[in-house]
């Protein structure tokens, strides 16, 4: 039994009056200490009993591991998709006939053309110097090799023979498309920023550097002019990741049927992820891992399977049930969401938008233009279904029916959408400014927007 002090007072003194009602409590004390006999508890928890303030809180250790596992996993994981890249011989062609690859290859300054980023912070000092200097040229394919070598290119990593110390192949990770870096030492060289879209990224361009495509031709059924062409047709910023499920490499106006790229920053309390709401940011993370990326992991969702008219690619490949072994992928999709779900959205400079007039448009946006009854602050988007028909948004339904509910766009989070404004706005880049943006919800809903509420309205999203 633990012994209570009960000598609270000086002895031989009254207790002050104040703390007379409280004296009954006082006594009945030690015994309540014991512990209650009737209370019923968890048996699971007798295992975790510790000294109080004696141990470190467990969850605030899993929350490091989780944050440094899954910056390592966005950053630098391939997941083994070299494997897949490798038989495209991508990485001869960025090597060029010169250094044992074929054709011209890959110099730096085109790697950068076509929006690949280097992350200064990888490049040793030596080579940080001379590339300052000019001693060494972005115009040779050697340059490229030893940014590859250095683990410098965001998002592509070279396979590097131990022994010839030649490149075999190359595989990506998360960071080729969803981060940029700051142009702090120079255009398209500068520090990460992970988490912000790369709309400088031609993906269609580098996959169409590969000498063989044949594993997109015997999936999607086409030859390889077609492949390339529909690759070439995405342009900066821009990916299909629908392709090898529905194989509708065009809309039916002729435009490429590829999305801009969006941002893995803000994403924590979003419900869904995707433009037309696939699945959660962790599925989607097993979707492009495994599908996209071409890693080796497991992948499950029936939904494709029961659509085979919809989904006829993705249904003769399997593509709703993949497994390989090893598994790459699965044990690393928690931290990976974890790292997601930290990342936060940045913030818009002093001087990059008007504060007096962006404090009216807030006033607009909540109020006449009714944005905030979809975009609810601070989440800006809706907490709970945040799913609408293309009908209510007044757009066509190309794209929604293209994802397993067929009729579905997600209200997109707008927290650092100035980062988003290079390639234009909603899934596809079809408003090409705020302005658009704000004139066709104008139309849509009858909203009556003055000239210059929708000026103040434009700042404020700025602002977000």
Same mark, same amino acid.
């Given at each position: 039994?633990?012994?209570?002090? %009960?000598?609270?007072?000086?002895?031989?003194?009254?207790? $002050?009056?104040?703390?007379? $009602?409280?004296?009954?409590?006082?006594?009945?004390l030690p015994s309540c200490l014991s512990g209650p006999k009737t209370v019923a508890t968890n048996p699971a928890v007798e295992a975790e009993k510790r000294d109080v303030g004696s141990h470190r809180d467990e969850i605030d250790d899993n929350s490091e591991r989780m944050l440094k596992e899954?910056?390592?996993?966005?950053? @630098?994981? /391939?997941?083994?998709?070299?494997?897949?890249?490798?038989?495209?011989?991508?990485? =001869?062609?960025? &090597?060029?006939?010169?250094q044992g690859g074929v054709g011209p290859g890959l110099t730096a300054a085109d790697a950068l053309k076509v929006g690949l980023k280097v992350d200064v912070g990888k490049? !040793? =000092?030596?080579?940080?110097?001379?590339?300052?200097?000019?001693?060494?040229?972005?115009?040779?394919?050697? /340059?490229?090799?030893?940014? &590859?070598?250095a683990d410098a290119v965001v998002g592509v990593k070279a396979i590097v023979d131990e022994n010839t110390k030649a490149m075999t192949a190359v595989g990506i990770t998360c960071a080729l498309c969803h981060s940029t870096v700051d142009d702090s030492f120079a255009k398209g060289i500068g520090r990460r920023l992970d988490g912000w879209p790369n709309r400088d990224l031609d993906v269609g361009a580098i996959v169409s550097m590969a000498p063989d495509l044949s594993q997109f031709t015997a999936l999607l059924g086409a030859d390889d002019a077609t492949v390339r062409k529909v690759l070439k047709s995405w342009g900066p910023g821009k990916y299909d990741a629908e392709?090898?499920?529905?194989?509708?490499?065009?809309?039916?106006?002729?435009?490429?049927a590829a999305t801009v790229l969006p941002a893995a920053f803000g994403l924590a309390g979003v419900n869904l992820h995707t433009y037309t709401g696939w699945g959660s940011v962790t599925y989607w993370n097993a979707y492009v891992a495994v599908t996209q990326m071409h890693g080796?992991? /497991?992948f499950f969702d029936p939904r494709i399977q029961t659509s085979p008219d919809q989904f006829p690619v993705g249904v003769k490949a399997r593509?709703?049930?993949?497994?390989?072994?090893?598994?790459?992928?699965?044990?690393?999709? =928690?931290?990976?969401? @974890?790292?997601?779900?930290?990342? !936060? =959205?940045?913030? !818009?400079?002093?001087?990059?938008?008007?504060?007096a007039a962006a404090g009216r448009g807030r006033l607009v946006f909540e109020g006449k233009a009714k944005c905030a009854r979809c975009h609810v602050p601070p989440l800006f988007t809706e907490p709970g279904w945040s799913m609408h028909t293309a009908e209510e948004i007044g757009i066509d339904d190309f794209q929604a029916s293209r994802s397993p509910d067929k009729k579905f766009y997600r209200t997109t989070p707008l927290s650092g959408l100035f980062v988003r404004a290079k390639g234009g706005f909603y899934h596809d880049g079809r408003f090409a400014? @705020?302005?658009?943006?704000?004139?066709?919800?104008?139309?849509?809903?009858? %909203?009556?927007?003055?000239?210059?509420?929708?000026i103040e309205l434009a700042e404020y999203l700025k602002s977000i």
């Open positions: 039994m633990i012994r209570f002090p %009960l000598r609270l007072f000086s002895l031989g003194t009254r207790p $002050p009056l104040r703390l007379l $009602p409280l004296l009954p409590l006082l006594l009945a899954g910056r390592e996993t966005f950053r @630098y994981d /391939t997941f083994g998709s070299e494997e897949f890249w490798g038989k495209t011989r991508l990485h =001869a062609a960025i &090597l060029g006939e010169k490049l !040793p =000092a030596i080579l940080v110097e001379v590339i300052k200097k000019g001693s060494v040229s972005l115009e040779k394919p050697e /340059t490229t090799l030893e940014l &590859l070598k392709l090898d499920q529905d194989g509708k490499g065009f809309r039916p106006d002729g435009k490429s080796k992991g /497991t593509l709703w049930d993949v497994r390989s072994s090893p598994d790459l992928v699965t044990s690393k999709l =928690a931290a990976l969401h @974890y790292y997601q779900l930290s990342i !936060p =959205a940045p913030k !818009p400079k002093k001087g990059s938008f008007d504060e400014d @705020y302005r658009a943006v704000i004139d066709h919800y104008d139309r849509q809903f009858k %909203l009556g927007l003055s000239e210059q509420e929708k």
